[in-house]
């Protein structure tokens, strides 16, 4: 019923604003009175995106009439353009103060932002006014849901263990040629195809404050096999703990992660790092966000020079559909070298489109493709080194596979690698199959 009556509270209202619009006063030549009636016709039928576009190509020379301020943060309200709303009616009711319609509709787009703290005055203010019986129950409700405090949710530990089996076509990540400047190649460092399997295990500890901040501990560990490429066997153990909170249209998180990988049982390389995001949600089906990431990576003295410190970004635009989000980003950034003399350090450029989305009641699609550019500061045997890498992943999971908790995914993952320096050529396709379980 709550939800039905806040749907119907732009028709309940506009009864009020009729009224209300008649005490306004402004001046206003033929062709302005005449936007102003096709707009609030188009509105009265619920064309709200029509109103919207008829509206804003007028608002440089309209800005600062009520009555054009009030209609346009409805139109911009009701067609999900929540900040847009909020401005409008705020100018609207500067002019005029005493204007309960473009009040009313201003606390219903601070409401739809999350701002409750200046939405509820607001709707207490219009209550005492002594509104029409089905504007004043709209407005009850509207308080009643923002009193109610929902409970902070229990905290969730939740356990799991996974398998992947599949195949790799390139299980080392190197180029298929033999020779290389006339020398002929290692076998360890030529594509080299296995099968392989990987046992992991995990847990999420959530701990939540609040409706709004929560706090998230995790930890796995790993173990891959390749049976025809034993050398690059490897045991991944990796965590990350940190908060994810929203206000209003806001959204973020920040968290520590790191790893540490050993290969054939001695250790190989280590990172540790801080992820910091921020986000805003645009309307019901916008979000931007921008993501900072920095740590350092580190390898055994071995091969030390390969060390670097990491600093990327991310900027990224989200839209939500009914039951999927896309999202695209913007990557950038650079790995600065740590020892003189490395030509590992780098920058980097490239995007990331990902698909997200439910099939059915329990089976969801994951796919992604993206392009990094990374450009080298030093030379390689003497040439000027610049890697274009391709990405792309595909998976479909199945949960509560036959019994509650058990999940099971096929994917597939494509890599390919271009380069200045024919050595570090490669491309690289994996089919897996991931059996999941999880328990709480």
Not at 12 to 27: E, K, L, P, Y
Not at 229 to 255: C, E, H, K, P, Y
Not at 326 to 331: F, Y
Request: glycine share 10%; hydrophobic share 40%.
């Amino acid at each position: 019923m709550f939800c039905l009556l806040v749907l119907l509270s732009s028709t309940f209202v506009a009864a009020v604003s009729a009224q209300d619009t008649q005490s306004v006063t402004v001046i206003t030549d033929d062709e302005t009175r005449e936007l102003l009636f096709r707009a609030e016709d188009l509105l009265g039928n619920g064309l709200f995106q029509r109103a919207y576009d008829l509206l804003i190509p007028e608002e440089a020379r309209l800005a600062g009439n009520p009555l054009y301020d009030y209609l346009l943060g409805v139109a911009a309200l009701d067609s999900g353009r929540y900040s847009e709303a909020i401005f409008s009616l705020q100018r609207s009711l500067t002019v005029e103060p005493a204007f309960s319609g473009a009040r009313m509709e201003l606390a219903r787009a601070y409401y739809e932002v999350g701002n409750e703290a200046l939405a509820r005055p607001l709707f207490a203010r219009l209550l005492n006014e002594q509104p029409p019986p089905p504007v004043r129950l709209v407005l009850k409700n509207y308080i009643r849901a923002i009193d109610a405090v929902p409970a902070t949710p229990e905290s969730r530990l939740t356990a799991f263990a996974d398998m992947n089996v599949g195949h790799d076509s390139n299980a080392n990540g190197s180029t298929d040629n033999q020779q290389f400047l006339g020398f002929t190649l290692n076998p360890d460092n030529v594509e080299t195809s296995s099968p392989f399997i990987e046992l992991g295990t995990g847990f999420e500890w959530f701990v939540p404050r609040s409706t709004q901040l929560s706090w998230t501990v995790a930890g796995r560990v790993s173990q891959r096999v390749n049976p025809d490429a034993s050398f690059v066997d490897a045991t991944i153990v990796s965590g990350l703990a940190g908060m994810n909170w929203q206000r209003g249209a806001f959204f973020g998180r920040a968290r520590v992660d790191g790893y540490w990988g050993a290969r054939e049982g001695k250790s190989n390389e280590a990172y540790g790092g801080l992820d910091v995001l921020l986000g805003r949600r645009l309307n019901k089906r916008w979000d931007i966000s921008l993501g900072l990431r920095g740590g350092a990576q580190r390898y055994d003295d071995a091969i030390e020079v390969l060390d670097v410190n990491r600093f990327l970004y991310t900027l990224g635009l989200t839209h939500h559909f009914h039951r999927a989000l896309v999202s695209l980003q913007a990557i950038g950034g650079d790995e600065s070298r740590v020892h003189s003399g490395s030509p590992y350090g780098n920058s980097k450029v490239g995007g990331r489109l990902s698909v997200n989305t439910k099939l059915g009641n329990s089976a969801l699609l994951f796919a992604s493709v993206g392009t990094l550019k990374s450009d080298y500061d030093g030379l390689f045997f003497g040439a000027v080194r610049e890697d274009t890498q391709l990405t792309s992943f595909v998976q479909l999971e199945f949960q509560d596979f036959l019994t509650k908790g058990l999940s099971i995914a096929p994917r597939i993952r494509y890599v390919r690698n271009d380069s200045d320096i024919q050595l570090y050529e490669y491309d690289r396709t994996e089919y897996g199959l991931m059996f999941r379980w999880t328990g709480e």
